[in-house]
């Protein structure tokens, strides 16, 4: 159905635009767990199990003679439907956060758990279709396939999966669908606007029924017309379907859409605020 060099580009499975794979593998004030006061918008029970949870994670960088810790000795927990906002300066490790957090970069100290297993004891066969399975993307520069259409885009992950191409497309059609895309399937990127664009990327993220959404900037090029209308998505997918959610961004508008709000600076955890809930 798809050119074989939709593998090499395509986001869907986040391997492309991974980082190759380098093995397997306290902050400032401890995050918030469970039960603890001050944390809102969490559903579950005092003993449900988070579905996300990292321990003592650290990445470092070299830049010429010069080491940088971008995390260190990070702790995170995340629950079912949390909405998450993760703020801070540029360089303070927010992306490299989420691709730590979605198997696609290894941290080189610690451990990453998503739905009780241990992402980087995996093979990196295994960690990919995990991914795909367990885990929804969405960049900020929308990362979708030229030469596929809407629909094409959104199945693309199911394929790679091995699913009919048939069953694939109705289930595209129906999140397209829920995107408020559905007259838009037959279309390809360039025939559509940016807003339109995040949400196909939206509704590629939730193809698989992922537990977690994981968004890097998501309106960080859109107007704020479209960036409202993403950020309603990712909150209903929040409220309504129970979906864990991540995202990052610099804009203090989208930071109130989040029941929780995680400041980072050079990686370690300042701040931990409860961001109101609902939107501005």
């Known amino acids: 159905m798809f050119p074989d060099a939709t593998l090499a580009v395509t986001s869907a499975v986040g391997d492309a635009y991974r980082p190759a794979d380098r093995g397997k593998h306290r902050n400032r004030h401890q995050l918030l767990t469970p039960g603890t006061a001050g944390r809102r918008g969490y559903r579950g029970g005092p003993s449900v199990k988070p579905i996300l949870q990292l321990k003592g994670v650290g990445k470092t960088y070299r830049r010429g003679d010069e080491r940088v810790d971008v995390l260190v000795d990070f702790d995170f927990t995340l629950d079912a ?5 993760v703020t801070g300066p540029s360089g ?54 030229p030469m596929l259409t809407a629909v094409e885009n959104v199945s693309l992950p199911l394929v790679l999966d091995g699913m009919p191409a048939r ?17 838009r399937a037959r279309h390809r990127p360039a025939e559509l606007s940016g807003g339109q664009m995040q949400r196909v990327a939206v509704a590629r993220a939730l193809v698989a029924r992922p537990s977690i959404i994981l968004a890097d900037e998501p309106t960080g090029n859109l107007d704020s017309h479209s960036s409202t209308e993403v950020l309603d998505l990712l909150r209903s997918l929040s409220d309504e379907d129970g979906a864990a959610v991540v995202m990052v961004t610099h804009d203090e508008a989208a930071a109130r859409y989040g029941s929780r709000e995680l400041h980072l600076v050079d990686g370690r955890a300042s701040a931990i605020d409860a961001a109101p809930i609902g939107k501005p």
């Open 81 to 85: 439907g949390e909405f998450v906002v």
């Open 167 to 183: 069953s694939a497309d109705a289930r595209a059609e129906e999140l397209l669908e829920r995107v408020g895309l559905g007259d």
């Open 92 to 145: 303070a490790g927010k992306s490299t956060l989420l691709h730590i957090a979605g198997g696609l970069d290894a941290p080189d100290s610690g451990t990453v758990a998503v739905a009780g297993q241990d992402v980087w004891s995996m093979s990196g066969g295994a960690r990919a279709a995990f991914r795909r399975r367990n885990l929804g993307f969405v960049f900020q520069f929308f990362n979708l396939v």
